[in-house]
């Protein structure tokens, strides 16, 4: 996300990464590569799911969206892998749970939904037979559903239809979906859309580009992602391609700006896979949404969501697409196991996206951008006073809301922290 948040995992336990690092002590002035334990005990505050025991590894969704209602009802079916558990828990929160079945045959089951958190919501635990493969549930969000956003017309750029987007990260896509919902846990996902007539539907998948005439879509993501990564938008939008592998969807009246705004997606997406490895989820595509979007940008799988602010005229803020493509490395293919560790998502997008910059625009841009970043940081810092526990990098979640006290921090100090490493690291010959 622009103007936010990490995961890096493999999947449910000890995560590495290498990281140059400088020594303490007497040896303060070697530097060596190193092998650091990043978190020896992965555990996920924020999710009430067991997946060493019972979790999932496919879901296919299929939702109805009930503009007057302002309401997505329907059913999630998911493949799970256990050993003989005898439940699997799930997480949720604003969701009405109407019904669980077992298997193809849809045996009907109970079920348990916990008092609800503040924070984590309701765990929604299952129980299973040894045999037990498929689980479904019917359910329907509602006016709690903390990660749909329904606008009404008058809220949108051309005001004529409504429009409904879902914002999931860190810990929301569980208003939406039962789900197991932490960054260390991902799947791969199919999903069937009924929208409205004259609408258009899209997803963190494989997207249509021309509407249906019946507003039924169907998706797929072939590639396991974590739960906040799955992402929903219905409007009355059209698509514009900017290249053979990225385009732009948006309303009418943004289409045209948006195209021109963004006609260096395609660029930046070749010399970001010469300086990582291949894009590895097909297409790259943005989402022009409406102006309530509270963030700059989200970088949800193939469909990056982006506030239409950046549509500057003179591609003066495109600094955010650099950052949410960037993420298609870091924090959509290694993520963060929990948000304590947020930074790794995002300090590394950062760095990646001063490297899209720098080859797209010039060394002199990004040392511009290198420089605001420095001085932002360093007032920030004195703001929260230096001895807060929250300019840290890794941060302490537990308890806490992920997004309570988000700040600049995991961006630029991670950022900082990379950068200068790398730097020291070439002056060494590392
Ligand atoms: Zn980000």
Redesign the pocket.
Known sequence: ??F??IAVGGYLSTLFLILFCACGGNKSDEWTGVLLPVEEDSTDPHTYSQAEIAVITHMNLDLTVNFNAQKLEGSVTYQIKHDKASEIILDTRGLKIKQVTLGEQESETSFNVSAEDSIKGSSLTIPLAPLTRVVKIYYETTDKSAALQWLTPQQTADKIHPFLYTQGQPILTRTWIPTQDSPGIRFTYEATIRTLPGLMAVMSAENPRQKTADGVYAFKQTNPVPAYLIALASGDFQFAETGPRTGVYAEQSLLQAAATEFSDTDKMLNVAEKMYGTYNWGRYDLLVLPPSFPFGGM?NPCLTFATPTIIAGDKSLTTLVA??LA?SWS?NLVTNATWNDLWL??GF?VYFERRIMEEVYGADFTEMLNLLTYNNLKTLITKMGKDHPDTRLKVDLEGRNPDDGLTRIP?DKGFLFIEISGAIGRAKNI
Request: charged share 40%.
């Open positions: 996300m622009t936010k948040r970088e950052h949410e993420h924090g998502n995002e997008t961006y």
